[in-house]
């Protein structure tokens, strides 16, 4: 298939990018390198810089490939940051959503699989969290993903769009190549290989990240659907609001043309 993967030069998302054309994919990653980094994009991917928002660039980009299917990854992910400035993040993570759906129609594309976050659910009011827990976001990060979802889910009943939202939980793990070897290093990556390495002792860590059980899942097993947990934990769930649990053949089936 051929894959746009926005913010494919971030954590997750350059992740899949390997994994993907590892599996044989054409990928295209659009990234405006807010947070990524051009470094992680593997070379055998077309990369472009900019705005996945800017319509003009969306429209030049579904020219030149014929894409079946967008992996939505880019957004503003910072929840400290959303209470500061929800502005931001609603334009981010909902208005160039709603340009991105746009072009793809333009272009009759009509597959994505959307990274929405656990967020959305709020405070547990019990655990572990499934997909019929209510949704109360308790800061605008996860309130502009519960929105892209509706948004998403109105655009399935209007004009046939077919998607899937995966409600990542915790992400922890570094690329098949390694972060490290890459010559760069970002909180997200290094921890994980830090604490590998013994580097790093527990103490050092934010305190939830220590005291709170978490399921955590490796980005890597993202293509195969699995999000298999890397350390044990009851607390979180991994959900999907699409039939299915996001094993590799639905979430396939969701870019299959
Ligand atoms: N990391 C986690 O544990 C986690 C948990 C829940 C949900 N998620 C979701 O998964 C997705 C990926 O998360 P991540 O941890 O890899 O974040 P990240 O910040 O490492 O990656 C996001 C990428 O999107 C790019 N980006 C942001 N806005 C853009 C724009 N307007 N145009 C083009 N590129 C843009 C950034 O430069 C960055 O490369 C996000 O949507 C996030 O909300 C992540």
Redesign the pocket.
Same mark, same amino acid.
């Given at each position: 298939m051929i894959l746009l993967i926005?913010?494919g030069?971030? %954590?997750?998302?350059s992740i899949c990018v390997e994994e993907l054309l590892r599996q044989g994919h054409e990928v295209i990653v659009?990234?405006?390198?807010?947070?990524?980094h051009r470094e992680a994009v593997p070379p055998e991917s077309a990369f472009y810089e900019?705005?996945?928002?800017d319509r003009d660039l969306l429209e030049t980009i579904f020219q030149k490939h014929s894409i079946d299917g967008v992996i939505h990854?880019?957004?503003?992910?910072r929840v400290e940051s959303s209470m500061i400035d929800p502005g931001q993040f609603f334009n981010?993570n909902v208005v160039?959503g709603i340009a991105l759906l746009d072009v793809m129609r333009k272009f009759g594309c009509n597959r994505m699989i959307f990274?929405?976050?656990?967020a959305i659910y709020g405070e547990p009011q019990y655990n572990p969290v499934d997909e019929n827990h209510s949704k109360l976001p308790v800061n605008p990060y996860g309130e502009s993903?519960l929105m892209f979802e509706k948004i998403l889910d109105w655009y399935h009943r209007a004009y046939g769009l077919k998607f899937n939202a995966l409600r %990542?939980?915790?992400?922890a793990g570094a690329s098949r190549t390694s972060a490290m070897d890459r010559g760069f290093l970002i909180w997200?990556w290094s921890k994980p290989w830090k604490l590998s390495q013994g580097k790093q002792s527990l103490s050092n860590l934010h305190p939830e990240d220590s005291v709170i059980p978490r399921h955590w899942w490796h980005p890597r097993n993202w293509p195969t659907g699995n999000l298999a947990g890397i350390r044990n934990s009851q607390n979180w769930k991994k959900s999907s609001p699409q039939p299915g649990n996001g094993t590799e053949s639905i979430l396939m089936d969701t870019l299959q043309p």
């Open positions: 926005t913010g030069a971030g %954590y997750i998302g659009v990234d405006n390198l807010q947070e990524g900019g705005n996945f928002g990854f880019a957004a503003d992910t981010n160039n990274s929405s976050t656990a993903k %990542y939980f915790n992400a997200k």
